[in-house]
């Protein structure tokens, strides 16, 4: 079964950069497309930005792009979501998430992670 672990989540100031870390193991197919939606409170869990693990094909929602970028390193298992000019409405519960199809929709995948927090202070 596919596990997925996330890492990096930290308090942080408002400007300041940060890495989070999804850590896959176990049967994950190179079909699966890898997404990070983030929960804020009293907020659903809304889409970040995902990538294919083959084609290279990534996306981000509107309010992250041009500061966040998501990548990959296949050696490792992991995807990473690397953020900048961290803003206090970034503070979240992020996730990230594997599943077979191209969606920015929470119920499209089938595997999660636990989350990790990211705090953002002014």
């Known amino acids: 079964q596919v596990q997925l672990v996330e890492s990096g989540g930290e308090l942080v100031q408002a400007g300041d950069s940060l890495r989070l870390a999804c850590a896959a193991s176990?049967?994950?197919?190179?079909?699966?497309?890898v997404g990070w939606f983030r929960q804020a409170p009293g907020q659903e869990r809304a889409f970040v930005s995902f990538?294919?693990?083959?084609?290279?094909?990534?996306h981000y929602a509107d309010s992250v792009k041009g500061r966040f970028t998501i990548s990959r390193d296949n050696d490792k298992n992991t995807v990473y979501l690397e953020m900048s000019n961290l803003r206090v409405e970034d503070t979240a519960v992020y996730y990230c998430a594997a599943g077979l199809q191209l969606s920015v929709r929470p119920n499209a995948y089938v595997y999660w992670g636990q989350g990790t927090q990211v705090t953002v202070s002014s």
């Open positions: 990538i294919t693990q083959t084609g290279g094909v990534t």
């Open positions: 176990g049967r994950t197919p190179s079909t699966y497309v």
